[in-house]
T-cell receptor, first 115, second 118 residues
Framework: AQSVTQLGSHVSVSEGALVLLRCNYSSSVPPYLFWYVQYPNQGLQLLLKYTSAATLVKGINGFEAEFKKSETSFHLTKPSAHMSDAAEYFCAVSDREGRDDKIIFGKGTRLHILP | GAGVSQSPRYKVAKRGQDVALRCDPISGHVSLFWYQQALGQGPEFLTYFQNEAQLDKSGLPSDRFFAERPEGSVSTLKIQRTQQEDSAVYLC????????????????FGSGTRLTVV
């Protein structure tokens, strides 16, 4: 069964610094991978997705992620953090072995931006 | 509507009370998912509909949980005899297409219903 593991439940970076949120996946088939962001009291918003095309995926708000099969990783990065990036981030994998393609989420990483 | 609408936004229930949570997906969307998100956790899959057919209910935690989508549009998640461990945010998501196409196209999530059982 597919799963994802997010390393670090809380990450703090200074405004303007590099953001790196780590995600490792487990999948017996080529995975579809996602990063979602959740602002307080809001639903989940898709940041970016990997669906077996280019391994470097660019998303919204300046975020990008690189699919590395050899490392089974899909880390999320942003060169320069903004205060508005403070939120909860979820890595997710699509359950492609089932027929409903449900998304399986990690436990999340809360990103704190320090002024 | 423009997005996935969930109601109510907040619900406080006394233990043992029945509750019904509503999801209005984007018009024409075929796939509909329900997720449960406990405090400080990632969303956990509950159930999936393709039009009116409930194709996967493997994530429903007990027989107190029941979901329906009788006309293939609006869906209701019902929880009978609520318990404190049912306290969570319940998220609904919809997509225009099914299967792997759904993930190519993308799912739209609602803002959720926060259920507190006291």
């Amino acid at each position: 069964a597919q799963s994802v593991t997010q390393l670090g439940s809380h990450v703090s970076v200074s405004e303007g610094a590099l953001v790196l949120l780590r995600c490792n996946y487990s999948s017996s088939v080529p995975p579809y991978l996602f990063w979602y962001v959740q602002y307080p009291n809001q639903g989940l918003q898709l940041l970016l997705k990997y669906t077996s095309a280019a391994t470097l995926v660019k998303g919204i708000n300046g975020f990008e992620a690189e699919f590395k099969k050899s490392e089974t990783s899909f880390h999320l990065t942003k060169p320069s953090a903004h205060m508005s990036d403070a939120a909860e981030y979820f890595c997710a994998v699509s359950d492609r072995e089932g027929r409903d393609d449900k998304i399986i989420f990690g436990k999340g990483t809360r990103l704190h931006i320090l002024p | 509507g423009a997005g996935v609408s969930q109601s109510p936004r907040y619900k406080v229930a006394k233990r043992g009370q029945d509750v019904a949570l509503r999801c209005d997906p984007i018009s024409g969307h075929v796939s509909l998912f329900w997720y449960q998100q406990a405090l400080g956790q990632g969303p956990e899959f509950l159930t999936y509909f393709q039009n009116e057919a409930q194709l996967d209910k493997s994530g429903l935690p007990s027989d107190r949980f029941f979901a329906e989508r009788p006309e293939g549009s609006v869906s209701t998640l019902k929880i009978q005899r609520t318990q404190q461990e049912d306290s969570a945010v319940y998220l609904c998501a919809s997509s225009l297409v099914t299967g792997t196409g759904g993930n190519n196209y993308g799912y739209t999530f609602g803002s959720g219903t926060r259920l507190t059982v006291v």
